[in-house]
């Protein structure tokens, strides 16, 4: 998937589409060829869970970034079996990804990377307000919309 434009890439540390910067430097022709089953796969990865879309890991590694790229759901045991960040204890933790360093729980480093740089997003569906934890958009939606 390396150097797909479909895959989110890290640039100062905040994600864009590499898609619309591709177009924007106009090095890629308008494909004309763009067809209904192409329209259909765009649609489809855009309505991908975030947790199932490709991302790059931004972790810093000996000699630069591992900039993997895998889905969002993977990056736990990419954490783990790459980067060594594995244990679920209280021992403070540096976090490791490019332009971060915040210190926390080693058990929090997981979900530290999923919200903050993979950039985990839930939009509840009633009222379009984004959350960074399914559990969170969980306990909105029986709070604010169960009479819905």
């Not at 765009?42 to 199932?52: K, R, S, W």
């Amino acid at each position: 998937m390396e150097g797909s434009p479909w895959v989110l890439s890290l640039q100062d540390s905040v994600y864009h589409l590499t898609l619309i910067q591709i177009m924007a430097a106009s090095s890629y022709p308008y494909n004309y060829d763009f067809n209904d089953e192409d329209q259909e796969r765009l649609v489809h990865y855009a309505t991908l869970p975030p947790d199932q879309k490709p991302h790059q890991c931004g972790w810093l590694v000996t000699g630069g970034v591992c900039g993997a790229v895998l889905p969002g759901e993977s990056f736990p045991v990419h954490l783990r079996e790459a980067h060594g960040v594995f244990g679920n204890d209280k021992t403070k933790f540096k976090c490791e990804w490019i332009g971060c360093g915040l210190q926390m729980n080693k058990e929090s480093v997981g979900r530290h990377v999923a919200e903050s740089h993979l950039l985990y997003r839930y939009p509840c569906a009633y009222c379009g307000e984004l959350f960074s934890r399914k559990n969170t958009l969980n306990g909105h939606l029986r709070k604010k919309h169960m009479s819905e």
